[in-house]
Structures are given as C-alpha cells and as structure tokens.
C-alpha cells in the first residue's frame, strides 16, 4: 500500500511538472483547457474532470472542456448558474471546496451518473475567480489532501497559461492593427538600420 501511494504521488508530481510544460507552450485557450483536462483524467482516473469558465457578466459557469468516461453533456446542459452548486460556492469564496459525499450536500448539481464526492478548485486571474476546475469521483472521499495540492496547482497553471494566451491574444491584436494601418497607408513608411539600409517598407 506504501509503495502504492508513493508511486501514486510520484505520477502526480510529473503530472504537475508535465502539464505546467504543456499548457505554458500553448496560447490558444480552448486547446490548453482541453489539454489540461485530459491530463488530469488520464493521470489520476477520476471518473470526471471539467474545467467551467464565468461568462462576461458572471452570471453563469459554462463547460470550457471535460474529459470524462460520459459523453459531453448536450446544449442547453453545458453551464450552471454561477450561483449554483458547489461550483457556484468555490466561485462566490474564492476557497476550494472538497465535498466527500455529494448525497449529503444541499448544493450538489449533478452532470453524470455515480458521482459520490467531488472537489472544485478556483482558477483565479489577478486575485479574481474566473472559473472552475472541478473533478468528481465514483468513490466516496476520493480526495485527500496530496490531489487537493495536486489539483490546486493545476488550477494555478491554468490561470497562468490563460493569462499569457490573453496578453498574447492582445499583442498580436495591435500589432496586426499597427500592420493595417501601415501596410494600407499611401505614402512610404521605411525603417532603415543605422547605415541607412532599408530593413522595411511599406
């Protein structure tokens, strides 16, 4: 049981270690929410992962991306108001939440079959919860205090790897503006280096 539990940290540890390599290299948003979700599953086999995004005005959780042994839920199922549910919870306290029995809680919304506990973690920008990773089990109690460190890192390089997608995402903005304007402009632009050579012109 040990050796189980010690083997079981270490596949965590290159989970974290992994995933941080991953989704730091990927600034397309949806890609690395996917990539980060199914890491999660793949690794700790947790019979449900999803990561759930606040709209622009806070007023609901919509499903971002799951990896998951159900189908993803239908439209019209994929968000929750963010009001509601455990999730709801996590997002108005900012703390992560371990419910070990769902069964027991009053807020429980559930998205599949045989979920018993569940964890959600805060994916947090600037001090501000943005969103949601939230795991469930078909076991009571499935989380201890290792996957809760585990998955709140997760969480941490989630929001990390979405902030730099979106300060790229801003960048590449003005700079293909800046490039309109220059580009489309009538009279010549040139950028010449210091021996007077051109290096550009419009």
Do not use: C
Request: net charge negative; glycine share 8%.
């Amino acid at each position: 049981r040990s050796r189980q539990d010690e083997q079981r940290r270490f596949e965590q540890l290159l989970l974290v270690n992994e995933l941080g390599r991953k989704v730091n290299s990927i600034l397309n948003a949806d890609l690395l929410l996917r990539q980060a979700t199914v890491d999660v599953h793949r690794t700790f086999g947790f019979h449900n992962v999803m990561v759930l995004m606040l709209d622009e005005k806070r007023e609901r959780l919509e499903l971002k991306a799951h990896a998951s042994r159900y189908a993803a839920p239908g439209k019209g199922q994929d968000h929750v108001p963010s009001d509601r549910g455990i999730v709801g919870r996590v997002v108005r306290s900012g703390r992560t939440e371990v419910v070990e029995d769902v069964r027991a809680d009053k807020d429980f919304v559930g998205w599949f079959a045989d979920t018993q506990s569940e964890i959600a973690v805060p994916i947090q920008i600037g001090g501000v919860v943005e969103g949601v990773l939230n795991v469930e089990s078909d076991r009571p109690g499935a989380f201890g205090p290792s996957e809760r460190l585990v998955l709140e890192t997760v969480a941490n390089q989630i929001a990390i790897s979405l902030e730099n997608a979106r300060l790229f995402g801003m960048v590449k903005e003005r700079e293909d503006r800046y490039r309109a304007l220059v580009e489309g402009n009538p009279a010549a632009v040139l950028h010449l280096d210091a021996q007077g050579s051109i290096i550009y012109a419009n």
